[in-house]
């Protein structure tokens, strides 16, 4: 059974840091894609971080130069550092793992972690 979970969201003042984690069981975590999305209620769901098996890193201009994304592939794990915050920050932020092989395609959800910025 495939698990995404995530943790270390919550309430930060705007100018604050948190720093999410991704902890993911039931696949080879390195041949995966990790990525960071955001999503309110009511808006689109954003891209907000990837980072490839091969440590490819794509952030959106959004968040370019305040957060970063890492991947610790012997814990199975990737990371959203988040700083500078700002109440636009404010969403339920959701990991997703996702794998293409000449067979297909499998992608996976986490259940999400809200993260709150107070201006």
């Known amino acids: 059974q495939v698990q995404l979970v995530e943790s270390g969201g919550g309430l930060v003042q705007a100018g604050g840091s948190l720093r999410l984690s991704c902890a993911a069981s039931?696949?080879?975590?390195?041949?995966?894609?990790m990525v960071w999305y955001r999503q309110a209620p009511g808006k689109q769901r954003e891209l907000v971080a990837g980072?490839?098996?091969?440590?490819?890193?794509n952030l959106s201009d959004s968040v370019k130069g305040r957060f970063t994304i890492s991947r610790d592939n012997a814990k199975n794990t990737v990371y959203l550092q988040m700083n500078s915050l700002k109440a636009e920050d404010t969403d339920v932020y959701v990991c997703?793992?996702?794998?293409?092989?000449?067979?297909?395609?499998?992608?996976?959800w986490g259940q999400g972690s809200q993260v709150t910025v107070s201006s």
């Open positions: 997703n793992a996702y794998y293409c092989s000449a067979s297909g395609c499998s992608e996976y």
């Open positions: 039931g696949i080879t975590f390195s041949d995966y894609t």
């Open positions: 980072i490839t098996s091969g440590g490819v890193i």
